[in-house]
């Protein structure tokens, strides 16, 4: 379904995905966060918009049709 490969969670228990208030939680405000932390934050949350859209697109297949043809009569009446 998404795009971005699944990556390995430095988490123990298992789980790759934190409830919504425990991602700030895990380290001190004090200290700044590492680029990999950002790029894991990062990635954790386009795969789980890649996955809510997939959803979305699953249950309204007539929305996904208007916008595919929008789209595409954007992209015929676009002038380079």
Do not use: C, Y
């Amino acid at each position: 379904m998404p795009d971005l490969p699944d990556l390995p969670d430095e988490d123990a228990s298992g789980d790759n995905r934190n409830p919504v208030g425990s991602a700030i939680s895990e380290t001190d405000p004090a200290t700044p966060e590492t680029d990999a932390e950002r790029r894991r934050r990062r990635a954790r949350f386009l795969r789980d918009l890649a996955e809510a859209r997939a959803l979305r697109d699953r249950v309204q297949p007539r929305r996904v049709k208007a916008a595919r043809l929008r789209h595409a009569m954007r992209m015929r009446t676009f002038r380079w």
